[in-house]
């Protein structure tokens, strides 16, 4: 193991070479642990999802750093460099100018010095997480654990503490799997603006303190012309990552690794890294396989995972969601999502083969805000309660029925769920059906338990109410199976049932598609959240805050909307876009209207601008389909698409 440590380390030392480039770079050195697993799709397809993450289904995670300090919330170390931000201004205010008070100045004035690891575990265990999941090193580059190969790590710097292994002794105290997440993949072009400078003002062109070679170690070397995706380009960075997230791996034996993005690199470079997870897990876990998640489709090599969304319904292979109660680092201008969010996520999620990974923002000293600690003793009460809904279940043949239709993607969170929205759970021969709200009128109608022509179907042989021991009268027919509740209300969250009966299978539901209408002045709207994706690549993302439709580097893949349009008539066409490449060209579509687009090119990728394309006249009043695609398959250029307006013109 020492040996590996220090060819691992020359390996680093290569990698930070002042000015180094892609092309200097010695050929990738990517040992993995010994063990039946190799670096390609083909031997990953051998993984199964182990059954402790299959029953586990409610995770908390630690999404905690040096990036609480100023409590102004996510990506603070990047948007301190860019000026005009709020968070430049702040820092600005509280600390001093970039070029000289930088991030490196931030980093020691987080202490955690309040933090009590084996406290807090045991306060998550109770409100029914079965796992945990630290931070193991966000886009900052600063490393939560004790690593001989980075020297900005926090035994060495701010608390003072291997954060990462106390985090993981105290779960594993408490008998809970223990995870980390890694945010390192995109930290290489994710810090570049820390080597820029303002554009104006009395310090225009004065170099930020990540110009400076001293400081490379954190901020990292200059990227070379056009590496600026997600994730880097540069073998010599691919390298350090590898090197870096292995050391991770091999010291501390995680039974879950996290990835913020998709596989690393796109390459062999990641595929080893998750070869290398799931071997060592093998060796030093007892037999018991890691979960890896990352952000794309896996056909079961991994756990693929969605950041602040869902599946829009029942994935044969386990799933994801990661979340949180607030931003994602401590935002002192933010309000905490309420308790019933939480449940009813998790309830949606489990019900379609998911688990719920949810953030709890810890403050910078390590602590809860009580507001926050009272969620959690009532999430607690809940579980005490539905759980056995919950834990160990796996999902019906349809995961639910409500008018709330929920559309599956990243970024897509925030459901106004009532008692008439029911998500279903099985174990064994049980079937649950929990309302996410208590009905109003006191009765509970499952529709997809009706009678329905074949005889043996659906024969209900019990109804109980989870939490409450009176009996339960209920009526079935055509319409559905109605369930008469206590007359006292039990909970303003869910109402689960335990069903128990012969050949439950669903009966059929009238499908229900989403249709964007006219608001009140008759303006059509069509969000990237509403759209149909055509493509295999293009992903529902979230840039600069704003949802969008990304990774559209196909020209053949498209994307549309069912729309309504009241009146027939002439409409002003806008769009919210960002791209960096210039005269991006598309076709816009409303029906049999098509309207070409040529867009400029915004500051960056997450720089969102609204453009307006011109008039566009719908003859006909009543459904249309409208459509975004590529004008030239050829010319094709990439872009991240918000909307698009159809605004009407006065007659």
Aim: charged content about 20%.
């Amino acid at each position: 193991m020492y040996a590996k440590k220090i060819i691992a380390a020359v390996t680093l030392a290569v990698t930070l070479i002042p000015g180094a480039h892609a092309g200097d770079a010695p050929p990738l050195n990517l040992p993995i642990a010994a063990g039946p697993f190799r670096s390609t799709m083909d031997s990953l397809t051998n993984y199964s999802c182990p059954d402790w993450f299959r029953d586990a289904k409610f995770g908390i995670w630690a999404h905690w750093g040096p990036q609480a300090v100023p409590m102004e919330g996510d990506w603070y170390a990047r948007k301190m460099y860019q000026q005009g931000s709020a968070d430049y201004k702040d820092h600005l205010a509280r600390w001093g100018h970039p070029s000289t008070n930088g991030w490196k100045d931030i980093i020691p004035l987080w202490k955690a010095e309040k933090w009590e690891p084996e406290k807090l575990i045991e306060l998550y265990k109770k409100a029914g997480a079965k796992y945990f999941v630290s931070m193991g090193t966000h886009h900052d580059d600063f490393f939560l654990w004790n690593s001989p190969l980075h020297q900005w790590n926090a035994v060495n710097y701010g608390p003072h503490r291997d954060v990462v292994g106390e985090w993981q002794k105290a779960a594993r105290k408490n008998g809970l799997p223990f995870g980390v997440s890694e945010h390192l993949g995109a930290s290489f072009t994710w810090f570049q603006d820390a080597h820029k400078s303002d554009h104006t003002g009395p310090l225009a062109g004065v170099p930020y303190d990540g110009a400076n070679s001293n400081n490379w170690e954190l901020y990292h070397f200059p990227a070379g012309p056009g590496d600026t995706g997600w994730y880097s380009k540069n073998p010599r960075w691919q390298q350090q990552w590898y090197d870096e997230i292995k050391e991770l791996v091999d010291n501390y034996h995680p039974d879950l690794l996290y990835s913020d993005g998709g596989v690393a690199f796109g390459n062999e470079v990641g595929l080893s890294q998750i070869a290398n997870l799931y071997n060592d897990s093998l060796e030093y876990n007892h037999g018991r396989l890691a979960v890896y998640n990352c952000k794309q489709p896996s056909d079961g090599r991994w756990v693929q995972d969605y950041e602040r969304g869902v599946n829009g319904g029942i994935n044969p292979h386990p799933w994801q969601t990661d979340t949180s109660i607030g931003d994602w680092f401590y935002n002192r201008h933010w309000k905490y999502q309420p308790l019933s969010w939480t449940v009813t996520m998790l309830v949606d999620i489990v019900s379609k083969n998911g688990n719920l990974l949810l953030n709890v923002v810890l403050r910078p000293d390590g602590t809860l805000d009580p507001e926050v600690e009272t969620m959690l003793h009532q999430l607690a009460d809940w579980t005490a309660v539905n759980g056995e809904a919950i834990y160990g279940t796996r999902p019906w043949l349809v995961y639910g029925e409500g008018p709330v239709q929920v559309k599956g993607g990243a970024f897509k969170e925030n459901f106004k769920y009532t008692g008439k929205d029911i998500r279903f759970t099985t174990r064994g021969k049980t079937l649950y059906a929990i309302a996410l709200g208590w009905p109003e009128d006191g009765k509970l109608v499952i529709k997809s338990l009706a009678q329905t022509g074949e005889a043996t179907q659906n024969q209900i042989k019990k109804i109980e109410l989870l939490g409450h021991r009176g009996r339960l009268n209920f009526t079935q027919t055509t319409d559905g199976l109605t369930v008469e509740l206590p007359s006292e209300k039990m909970s303003d969250l869910t109402c689960a049932l335990r069903i128990t009966g012969r050949n439950l299978k669903p009966a059929p539901l009238p499908a229900k598609p989403a249709v964007v209408t006219p608001d009140a002045n008759g303006r059509l709207t069509f969000a990237a959240a509403d759209a149909t994706l055509h493509g295999a690549n293009l992903k529902l993302e979230e840039q600069g805050g704003t949802p969008d439709i990304g990774y559209w580097d196909d020209a053949a893949a498209w994307v549309s909307w069912s729309a309504q349009v009241n009146k027939p008539g002439t409409y002003q066409v806008s769009t919210t876009i960002a791209t960096a490449n210039g005269d991006a060209e598309f076709l816009v579509g409303m029906g049999d209207q098509t309207l070409p687009a040529k867009v400029p090119q915004t500051a960056g990728w997450d720089k969102f601008s609204t453009i307006d394309l011109g008039t566009l006249e719908i003859k006909t009043a009543g459904g249309i389909t409208a459509s975004v695609r590529a004008k030239d398959a050829a010319n094709w250029k990439a872009l991240n698409l918000n909307s698009v307006c159809l605004t009407p013109l006065a007659r």
